[in-house]
């Protein structure tokens, strides 16, 4: 079955370590997608990439950074930078399109959660 | 003022009952609206997608876009325990290359048997 495998399933970082969560999909996706989540706080856009070699920054990109080496993979290290990196991080993709109408909805991962100790 | 404003909730309702869930936004732009369920501890999956106004309809799911208002309804009849989760909408202006969603902060709801 086609999907979208996030792991490690729960992180725990030290004070001042980089991390590196990896997501990987098998759908043939062009578009890939790197989300924040925190209570009360939505969903929250970290980086994206629309075809491989070439992201962007998202809302909120500082203390994070990405690679899109391969089309099936997406990882995001979360830098010593990120001051508040505890949260629970989504992967996503979708299909690019270049038609004006019909879209899909993005298929989400099962999520990392990251603590930071 | 957030471009999408949704109700967090928690929502409690009986088994049965139906449950209307909303959302407001502000951007007259937006036409694909989508309607994503969340369980705990899990990724969103895909629930419900309409481009446009109208009504669209998947078993016990009704999703409506009422553009002129900006607002967009999911509605779940015949509710069951298992609907218990986070409902999130999210919408978009277009479908091309620079498309990125825009998305509601979830509505919890809790069936109770």
């Known amino acids: 079955d086609g999907g979208i495998t996030q792991s490690p399933k729960y992180l725990f970082r030290k004070e001042g370590q980089n991390v590196t969560l990896s997501c990987e999909q098998n759908?043939?996706?062009?578009?890939m997608y790197w989300y924040r989540q925190d209570p009360g706080q939505g969903l929250r856009l970290i980086y994206y990439s629309q075809i491989v070699n070439d992201f962007q920054k998202g809302d909120i990109a500082e203390g994070y950074s990405v690679s899109r080496e391969k089309k099936e993979s997406f990882p995001l290290t979360v830098t010593s930078a990120q001051k508040n990196p505890t949260a629970f991080y989504l992967c996503?993709?979708?299909?690019?399109?270049?038609?004006?109408?019909?879209?899909?909805?993005?298929?989400f991962g099962s999520g990392t959660r990251l603590t930071v100790v | 003022q957030k471009e999408v404003e949704q109700d967090p909730g928690p929502l409690s309702v009986p088994e049965g009952a139906i449950v209307s869930l909303n959302c407001t936004y502000s951007?007259?732009?937006?036409?694909?609206f989508m309607w994503y369920r969340q369980y705990s501890r899990k990724g969103p999956e895909l629930l419900m997608y309409t481009y446009s106004s109208g009504n669209k309809e998947d078993g016990r799911f009704t999703a409506q876009v009422d553009k002129s208002s900006k607002y967009i309804s999911l509605f779940i009849r015949d509710s069951q325990p298992s609907d218990s989760a986070t409902y999130l909408c999210a919408m978009s202006p277009n479908a091309g290359n620079n498309r990125k969603l825009i998305w509601g902060l979830g509505t919890s709801l809790a069936v109770n048997p």
């Open positions: 951007n007259s732009a937006f036409q694909y």
């Open positions: 996503a993709s979708s299909i690019r399109r270049d038609r004006k109408v019909g879209a899909e909805g993005y298929t």
């Open positions: 759908l043939n996706h062009d578009a």
